[in-house]
T-cell receptor
Framework: DAGVTQSPTHLIKTRGQQVTLRCSPK?????VSWYQQALGQGPQFIFQ???????QRGNFPDRFSGHQFPNYSSELNVNALLLGDSALYLC??????????????FGPGTRLLVL | TQLLEQSPQFLSIQEGENLTVYCNSS?????LQWYRQEPGEGPVLLVT?????EVKKLKRLTFQFGDARKDSSLHITAAQPGDTGLYLC???????????FGPGTRLSVLP
């Protein structure tokens, strides 16, 4: 049983560009959350998707958007990249029927570098 | 300002020593979770504490939730090099909505 998978593993972009990160949840999970982890810090909650809709959102600008597909996989899109967007982006999935935050399984992350 | 504070920020000890790391907040949490994150990987859930005063043991790791549910501690007995990693506490504030992480304690256990 594959755990949470994310792609790509690493990405280099330049300021102003747009990026799309992808996540496949653990089998049987229907809720996906995205986090940004800057170097030396704990993860910060970006948003959570459930039933293809954004259910909760953290304190991130509208440049950060997402999508969830019928197979529960998800994408994180970031527009107009800034140097400060350089970070490890983590995806987490959780059991169906929960609020999505009791037991989360994290993927290995996508490391984004903005030059 | 961080909703969850962790201390110490860094800790380097010798194999076999005991240690305690702390997670504190001015807010009440309905539950707190502890994760360990190793380089190049996502955080892995170690434990969830729910009841004020609760103590949970996971082999050499002992987790405690404060009576007021504003703080938690993680005690490791006879640390081993395999315990090396970033220890994160996290949870949803009782009157909040979003899941928050602390900044973490980076532990290094030297052989």
């Amino acid at each position: 049983d594959a755990g949470v998978t994310q792609s790509p593993t690493h990405l280099i972009k330049t300021r102003g560009q747009q990026v799309t990160l992808r996540c496949s949840p653990k089998s049987g999970h229907d809720t996906v959350s995205w986090y940004q982890q800057a170097l030396g810090q704990g993860p910060q909650f970006i948003f959570q998707y459930y039933e293809e809709e954004e259910r909760q959102r953290g304190n991130f600008p509208d440049r950060f958007s997402g999508h969830q597909f019928p197979n529960y996989s998800s994408e994180l899109n970031v527009n107009a990249l800034l140097l400060g967007d350089s970070a490890l982006y983590l995806c987490a999935s959780s059991f169906p029927g929960t609020s999505g935050q009791e037991t989360q399984y994290f993927g290995p992350g996508t490391r984004l570098l903005v030059l | 300002t961080q909703l969850l504070e962790q201390s110490p920020q860094f800790l380097s000890i010798q194999e076999g020593e005991n240690l305690t790391v702390y997670c504190n907040s001015s807010s009440v949490f309905s539950s707190l979770q502890w994760y360990r994150q190793e380089p190049g990987e996502g955080p892995v859930l170690l434990v969830t504490v729910v009841t004020g005063g609760e103590v949970k043991k996971l082999k050499r790791l002992t987790f405690q939730f404060g009576d007021a549910r504003k703080d938690s501690s993680l005690h490791i007995t006879a640390a081993q090099p395999g315990d090396t990693g970033l220890y994160l506490c996290a949870g949803v504030p009782l009157y909040g909505q979003n899941f928050v992480f602390g900044p973490g304690t980076r532990l290094s256990v030297l052989p």
